[in-house]
């Protein structure tokens, strides 16, 4: 099946650095790929849905400035958090619609824990 | 009204308790419905589709009212390995982009 590799599982920055996370689709190709946060015993809120290729579309709220994204490939997605402030500290996970399911469901990456310090 | 929402209990059963879920969703352009599982810190994963004459999956059964605009999931015979949070995605109004509600916590117990 459609598997999506997300890295690093967990990173500990200090306020002000930047941290990238990469997501990659091990045997399909993601044209698009979506990006959310997800708080403690909260849902996952999309922050933007990145498409190969082209820029990303983020949802309102979301500073795209501070949430950098990049598809340059695809089979390639990245979430740089520019700046982390402890507020941005999360569960960040991707999501790619897997092409051999068609409608039927989307394939996660393992997601990132980001504790900013 | 929130696009897609759920109770987010906790539900707290016993084994081999049958317990239903409900979901209701805001868009009536909605196209595709899942029923996603996610435990403890970890990443959701699907658990099965909504079709519109309803389907099952063993002890899972998830079925669509569009007219009244819910999806429910309905559990027999829990087991302790039932016990997680159960999200329920909704596509957002015709595209393929995926809103997730909160989800709704369950625990089976012994």
């Known amino acids: 099946g459609a598997v999506v590799s997300q890295h690093p599982s967990w990173v500990i920055c200090k306020s002000g650095t930047s941290v990238k996370i990469e997501c990659r689709s091990l045997d399909f190709q993601a044209t698009t790929m979506f990006w959310y946060r997800q708080f403690p015993k909260q849902s996952l809120m999309l922050m933007a849905t990145s498409n190969e290729g082209s820029k990303a579309t983020y949802e309102q709220g979301v500073e795209k400035d501070k949430f950098l994204i990049n598809h340059a490939s695809l089979t390639l997605s990245t979430l740089t958090v520019t700046s982390a402030h402890p507020e941005d500290s999360s569960f960040y996970i991707c999501s790619a619609r897997s092409p051999d399911r068609g409608l039927n469901g989307y394939t996660f990456g393992s997601g990132t824990r980001l504790t900013v310090v | 009204r929130k696009e897609v929402e759920q109770d987010p209990g906790p539900f707290n059963v016993p084994e081999g308790a049958t317990v239903a879920f409900n979901c209701t969703y805001s868009?009536?352009?909605?196209?595709?419905f899942f029923w996603y599982r996610q435990d403890c810190r970890k990443e959701p994963k699907l658990l099965m589709s909504?079709?519109?004459s309803g389907n099952e999956d063993g002890r899972f059964t998830a079925q669509l009212n569009r007219a009244s605009q819910y999806i429910s999931l309905l559990i027999r015979d829990s087991k302790l390995s039932d016990s997680a949070t159960y999200l329920c995605v909704v596509n957002k109004g015709g595209s393929y982009i995926p809103t997730f509600g909160r989800g709704t916590s369950l625990i089976v117990h012994p």
């Open positions: 909504v079709y519109s």
């Open positions: 868009n009536s352009a909605s196209q595709s």
